[in-house]
């Protein structure tokens, strides 16, 4: 399929003081769209300036959630070059979302080069100030009009990027995680290991209760037992427990996070014992208050390690490493942002650098 490009007509004003850029709110000239429908399959993939585009109040996606989604970073080096991390991994569990939610295959190699060169027509839009990036928002959703219990017959994929800073507006400050304990995220044999916008609708009623509590975020629990620890709402969720590491399991019921994996490899590179396995927060709670747990952290695309320095379980708020940031959360935190902005070798072939 041949990509286009179509130079924008009118260029936004960039942001000139990068310390204000927030998270999701500005976004740059250009985006990449393509289109699938049943009898052409794939076709019509451009890169163009960044518009609305129309749909009918009938697509699927409107009435059905039939959507999945990605978020990657580009990152600016300190020789001007552009480093993005772990594209291809994340087409690949964009189309194991999409399998999920019976939408169409994809070239993920097409795609990957369509984000770079989306990326090259807006080098200018990466910031160069620590701590930001450029970040990337693959979406690909069902359009046709049909108001009907079924798979779309029609398609758009697009991909959109601006520039952000921390994702908290306290940046590597820990974090309160809120206990969820009425509502459940996801159950084996859902949609729980898929990218998908239904999964985050139906966690906003547990994160605006964590708001209202003074948190900043939600654990949450099985939908089982009502006691083994998943994820928290943007993250996934790592321990330290008696110099371990430790981290609930892909078992289908939490996202497989880029990020998540990045940890556990360099974990492992560095001689550090990881387990994967089941862990229910009552263990939390009496490793912490037993010293057995030194520290605890969030891993994803947009916070990167988010220190965790409280639980709030029922009526109780549990002290982590002080309130503090720990050791390890800061050895990762500087060995990713080392990879991402160039500063570290990366032995990984996490990188793709544009020149």
Avoid at 18 to 41: I, N, P
Avoid at 68 to 75: C, D
Avoid at 297 to 314: D, L, R, W
Wanted: hydrophobic residues 40%; charged residues 25%; contains cysteine.
């Amino acid at each position: 399929m041949d990509l286009s490009l179509l130079y924008a007509k009118n260029f936004k004003t960039k942001p000139t003081d990068e310390s204000k850029l927030g998270f999701g709110q500005v976004f740059s000239d250009h985006m990449f769209t393509m289109y699938y429908s049943e009898d052409s399959g794939w076709h019509d993939a451009e890169i163009k300036g960044y518009e609305f585009f129309s749909i009918s109040p009938a697509a699927t996606v409107m009435h059905y959630a039939q959507e999945v989604f990605e978020g990657l970073k580009a990152y600016r080096a300190e020789d001007g070059s552009i480093n993005i991390f772990r594209a291809k991994d994340n087409f690949a569990r964009m189309r194991k979302s999409a399998e999920r939610l019976a939408m169409p295959d994809f070239d993920p190699e097409f795609a990957n080069r369509a984000l770079k060169e989306l990326v090259r027509a807006d080098r200018e839009w990466v910031p160069r100030s620590e701590g930001t990036s450029l970040y990337i928002r693959p979406n690909y959703m069902g359009i046709d009009p049909f108001l009907g219990v079924r798979a779309a017959r029609e398609y758009i994929f697009y991909i959109i990027c601006g520039p952000v800073g921390a994702y908290y507006a306290n940046g590597l400050a820990p974090t309160k995680i809120l206990v969820e304990r009425e509502y459940v995220r996801s159950a084996r044999g859902g949609t729980g290991f898929a990218k998908t916008g239904g999964n985050y609708a139906a966690s906003l009623i547990a994160g605006e209760e964590a708001r209202q509590k003074g948190c900043d975020q939600v654990l949450w629990l099985d939908a089982k037992d009502r006691k083994y620890v998943e994820e928290v709402g943007s993250m996934n969720i790592f321990f330290v427990i008696n110099g371990a590491i430790v981290t609930p399991p892909l078992d289908g019921t939490i996202l497989a996070g880029i990020t998540r994996d990045s940890v556990i490899t360099l974990a492992k590179d560095s001689g550090i014992s990881v387990e994967e396995r089941r862990i229910s927060i009552d263990e939390i709670i009496d490793a912490v208050k037993s010293g057995d747990m030194t520290e605890a952290f969030g891993t994803g695309t947009a916070a990167v390690i988010s220190p965790v320095g409280e639980f709030h379980y029922g009526d109780e708020a549990i002290t982590v490493a002080g309130g503090k940031m720990g050791e390890k959360s800061l050895e990762f935190y500087n060995a990713l942002t080392g990879i991402q902005y160039a500063r570290l070798e990366d032995k990984y072939g996490w990188v793709e650098t544009l020149e």
